[in-house]
Structures are given as C-alpha cells and as structure tokens.
C-alpha cells in the first residue's frame, strides 16, 4: 500500500520560514539529491508558546520545506537511508534554538495518483509538465517501481511513503503522524485516513 504521510494537527501557521534567508523551498519539491549544496534553512516560530509546542511534533509543514523530527528522522534513516536526505534546519524564536528538526529531501519523484479515480483540474497546458488541483486524491495501491518514500509528481509537496514505512513508524511509538489512501477536499466526505 502507498499513503500520503502528514500530521493531525495543522501546524502551517506556526513556523515561518525566512524566504530572504533561506535556500528556495522548491528546491526539495524536485525530487532530486541536494547533496553537496551550501543550504541555508531558517524557520522562525511565531510566538514562544509555538516555539514550545513544536517540540512535540515529528513532521511540521510550514511556508518552507518540511521539518521532521530526530527521532522520525532515525527511523527513515534505518529503513530507506539511500532514498532520502536531511539538512540540519534553524528553528529559532529571539535569541532561542530549536534543536532536534532537519529539513527531508525525497530524492525521487514520481507519478503516485490514481488519476482514474481521482478528481482534479488541469491548471496548465504544457503536457510534458502539467499541474494540477485536486479536488479527490486517491493514490495508487503501491509505490512504482518498489521505491518506499517519494514525491509525488502530481502533488510535488506530498511524501509518499510505502507500508514498510508506515510499519517502521508505527513500531516506534511515533504519535500524531496519518497516512492516507485517499484525501478529499469536497462535501463528500472519502478521506481515508489512518492515524497513528
């Protein structure tokens, strides 16, 4: 089985990464390694009771690239070390850090949507590069060619992570994180989700 792997709570309006400062963030929707670049990844927290909260949370989406914790960053590293990297991030709040949060890079990206039974609208005309507004996303049943985390090329800012992943996460005792077959943004109510 393939999901989109996310967070219960929505943690976008917590943390904001200094545009100004930082590498572009669409760098890491590419798919490709960032190995060997000099990054620069800052992210400031709004307040200091989100600085605190934060510290709680093992994936953070923000107006940046993704966050993850140390410990959901060791289980990746176990289980697809050579399918994705991490860069050391600054969370900051006044004179205070943060540490523990790395910047993940999925280093492939890949067609992951069941576009048969998904809902979306076209939002260009390049057919060698379309994009996409989904209204109902369902993921096919596995990750192509057996990979276990990538990004999806649909959605270049949803990580598709494999059952083995999912499987390697949940046996760490790790909270608040779902994976999801199938997310809908309509009335109609087909998310499916499963938290852990």
């Known amino acids: 089985m393939s999901y989109v792997m996310a967070i219960e ?3 976008y309006n917590m943390l904001d990464y200094i545009h100004d ?57 176990c ?10 991030a600054e969370v900051i ?3 205070e850090r943060l540490n523990g949060f790395s910047v993940i890079n999925v280093i492939r990206k890949i ?3 069941n576009m048969e039974e998904s809902e979306y609208e076209l939002t260009n005309f390049d057919p060698n590069n379309p994009t996409y507004i989904f209204l109902y996303t369902v993921l096919l049943d596995e990750i192509p060619c057996n990979f276990n985390v990538v990004r999806c090329s649909e959605q270049p800012t949803s990580i598709v992570v494999s059952a083995e992943i999912k499987s390697a996460i949940s046996n760490a005792g790790l909270k608040g994180i779902t994976f999801c077959k199938a997310i809908d943004v309509t009335y109609k109510e087909r998310t499916i989700c499963e938290k852990i």
């Open 111 to 113: 067609n992951c949507c």
């Open 9 to 11: 709570e929505n943690t």
């Open 21 to 77: 400062k930082s590498t572009d963030y669409l760098l890491f929707n590419e798919g490709v390694s960032l190995d060997g670049f000099d990054l620069k990844l800052i992210y400031k927290a709004k307040s200091k009771s989100i600085f605190n909260k934060i510290k709680k949370f093992h994936m953070l989406f923000t107006t940046g690239p993704e966050l993850v914790s140390r410990e959901l960053r060791s289980v990746l590293e």
């Open 93 to 95: 709040y006044g004179n």
């Open 79 to 88: 289980v697809v070390p050579a399918e994705i990297e991490f860069f050391d």
